[in-house]
């Protein structure tokens, strides 16, 4: 079956230090990958978008990587600050002009 | 505003009613989601409209969910005869074209209590 799987439910870090997030996925061949962010009683917002074709993605303290053969993206952000605590979403496309799939989430907890 | 626009921001009802929550989305904006968030789960995909062409009702999980998009803009969602399980978070979300072009702008959401 067709799965996305990010790598923990919660995870803390202490201020400062750098924040890896992962997202897994099976059974799927997207095009691109998506990241958003989502606070309480909030709707997600869009942060990055990676495509198959591109290793990495900068963007200010914020880098993604994706890696089609181990069918993974990594997130970072880098010199974490205790405002970066929310759950983050990936998101990926199935095929073509259809919706994209969200995972379930992670929620990080930057601790000052 | 210039965002995604969602009316009832919460909506409390009784088992067995019907409910209607309404989406407003960025002027312009051709594709036009439903999502549902139930507590601690991720987005769960309902309906999607693109253009003009057939929407797609594969997410949807029973024919108490009915979904309609007027004029290429406002959309209403509809659940009729709510359960308790329908109990969620129902967001909305739209963008420029659909497909693999870009990214979603959600709305914050209706929150809705089915008693």
């Known amino acids: 079956s067709q799965k996305i799987e990010q790598n923990s439910e919660a995870l803390n870090i202490q201020e400062g230090k750098t924040a890896t997030l992962t997202c897994n996925y099976t059974n799927y061949s997207p095009a691109y990958l998506q990241w958003y962010r989502q606070d309480p009683g909030r709707g997600p917002v869009f942060l990055l978008l990676?495509?198959?074709?591109?290793k990495e993605k900068r963007k200010e303290r914020l880098k993604v990587t994706f890696d089609t053969t181990l069918k993974q993206s990594l997130f970072h952000i880098t010199a974490s600050q205790p405002a970066d605590s929310a759950t983050y979403l990936c998101a990926l496309d199935t095929m073509g002009n259809t919706p994209l799939v969200f995972g379930k989430g992670t929620r990080l907890s930057v601790i000052a | 505003g210039a965002g995604v626009s969602q009316s009832p921001s919460n909506k409390v009802t009784e088992k067995g009613k019907d409910v209607e929550l309404r989406c407003d989305p960025i002027s312009g904006h051709t594709a036009l989601y439903w999502y549902r968030q139930s507590l601690g789960q991720g987005l769960e995909f309902l309906i999607y409209?693109?253009?003009?062409?057939?929407?797609?009702k594969s997410g949807l999980p029973s024919d108490r969910f009915s979904a309609e998009r007027t004029g290429g803009s406002v959309s209403t969602l509809t659940i009729q005869r709510t359960q308790q399980e329908d109990s969620a978070v129902y967001l909305c979300?739209?963008?420029?074209?659909?497909?693999?072009?870009?990214?979603?702008?959600f709305g914050e959401g209706s929150r809705l209590t089915v008693l």
């Open positions: 979300a739209s963008s420029i074209a659909g497909g693999n072009t870009g990214e979603l702008f």
């Open positions: 990676i495509r198959e074709n591109e």
């Open positions: 409209f693109q253009g003009n062409s057939a929407p797609d």
